[in-house]
């Protein structure tokens, strides 16, 4: 069972610049090599992919819509995996999600089997 705990949202204008944290523990999450994900979710609409990184951190994917925008990262030693976000806009506002999953390079809410919370993060314009 792997718990995730994300936090950095808040608000910002277009343009401005947040960092999403995701603080991961349990007693498999160290041992097991997770690919982990960022999802968000705006309201009434579906839930959806933003950024995907593999166990070691040497791979990462992301939609099309925040290339050159958001990068994301982890530190395994701290167990905490990270979303950067740059150049926000207002189509950007959402709940952002932490993910968990043991298979590579999806991006289906499906295949992730563990869940932070989120963290909501609102650009104004």
């Known amino acids: 069972q792997v718990q995730l705990v994300e936090s950095g949202g808040g608000l910002v204008q277009a343009g401005g610049s947040l960092r999403l944290s995701c603080a991961a523990s349990?007693?498999?999450?160290?041992?097991?090599?997770?690919?982990m994900g960022w999802f968000r979710q705006a309201p009434g609409k579906e839930r959806e992919f933003v950024a995907g990184?593999?166990?070691?951190?040497?791979?990462?994917y992301c939609t099309d819509s925040v290339k050159g925008r958001f990068t994301i990262s982890r530190d395994n030693a701290k167990n905490t995996v990270y979303l950067q976000m740059n150049s926000l806009k207002p189509g950007d506002t959402a709940v952002y999600y932490c993910?968990?999953?043991?298979?590579?390079?999806?991006?289906?809410?499906?295949?992730?089997?563990?869940w932070g919370q989120g963290t909501q993060v609102t650009v104004s314009s």
């Open positions: 990184i593999n166990w070691s951190g040497a791979n990462t």
């Open positions: 993910a968990a999953t043991r298979l590579w390079n999806t991006t289906q809410v499906q295949d992730f089997g563990s």
């Open positions: 349990g007693r498999t999450f160290s041992r097991s090599r997770y690919t």
